[in-house]
């Protein structure tokens, strides 16, 4: 008799506890979603039982025309830094979006 | 200048606006190699830069490349293995409508892509943005030219960790009217 083994992987967001179940996929893949309890930002998932926080970066420079994107507090994030517990972190970056010309994307 | 000095910091290269964005609209011959289906056949490379460049988007065309002008591979953030010199590609490209916009608000059109990550875990210390370039164009005036470069708000940094480009919700690069 053959057994086959049905393996899966649990994610869960440490913030607002939304929980995924996938199959295992490689060690380095992300899964995101949109936190309610990160200001609304684009957040990872992380593997159930990770000891971690996932905190969100406020934009360190100012905005100076450009569209960054905002949480729904209304304050510029840069990124979503998950940091683990033995000193090394992930990151999701948020750059701005380049445009034509000066503030906001039009011509001039 | 560098990215903590520019104003505003994201911004698409006028060259490359001249052409090849808009070269159809002239008798403007394209750069070499540069795809018959423009961006969505040619391979659109994302490259991590510090914060020793100095963004200008009215930099002649021949600055704008990817190893030439300000974005020379000394001032480029690589990781061994899973972000190494010249980047990585983009894939799920698109160039659609962003907003379709009425006669009393504004309309606009983007290049946007699917996020972009590391080919596993990387180590990238203070990168603080990032150039797109076109890796298919091979010669001309300038090979593997610049297209945009957008600013990542501030210094970022990863240690054995993966790192994911999220694009803005409006795209890679957009124009607006």
């Known amino acids: ?108 | 200048m560098p990215w903590t000095d520019s104003s505003p910091t994201s911004r698409i290269f006028t060259q490359a606006i001249l052409n090849p964005l808009t070269a159809s609209v002239w008798s403007t011959t394209e750069p070499t190699t540069y795809g018959a289906n423009g961006l969505s056949a040619d391979t659109v490379n994302v490259a991590l830069f510090n914060n020793s460049v100095s963004p200008d988007a009215s930099a002649a065309v021949g600055s704008t490349g990817y190893n030439t002008g300000t974005w020379t591979t000394g001032n480029e953030v690589t990781d061994v293995t899973n972000w190494v010199a010249g980047g990585r590609a983009l894939a799920s490209k698109t160039y659609t409508v962003l907003t379709a916009g009425s006669q009393t608000t504004a309309s606009g059109i983007a290049f946007d892509a699917a996020d972009l990550a590391g080919g596993g875990n990387v180590t990238i210390i203070a990168t603080f943005g990032c150039l797109v370039y076109d890796n298919t164009i091979t010669a001309g005036t300038v090979a593997k030219q610049g297209l945009c470069f957008n600013y990542f708000g501030g210094t970022q940094s990863v240690t054995a960790g993966t790192f994911t480009i999220i694009w803005d919700a409006t795209g890679v690069f957009k124009f607006t009217n």
């Open chain 1, 1 to 108: 008799m053959t057994v086959l083994l049905d393996g899966w992987q649990d994610w869960v967001c440490p913030n607002c506890g939304v929980s995924d179940r996938t199959r295992p996929l490689p060690p380095n893949a992300s899964r995101f979603h949109p936190c309610p309890r990160l200001h609304g930002l684009t957040a990872p998932l992380v593997r159930a039982g990770t000891d971690c926080k996932v905190v969100a970066v406020e934009r360190g420079d100012t905005l100076r025309g450009e569209t960054q994107r905002t949480g729904d507090d209304g304050k510029p994030y840069m990124a979503v830094e998950t940091v683990h517990a033995d000193g090394h972190n992930d990151l999701a970056v948020f750059p701005g979006v380049a445009v034509m010309g000066g503030v906001g994307g039009g011509v001039g």
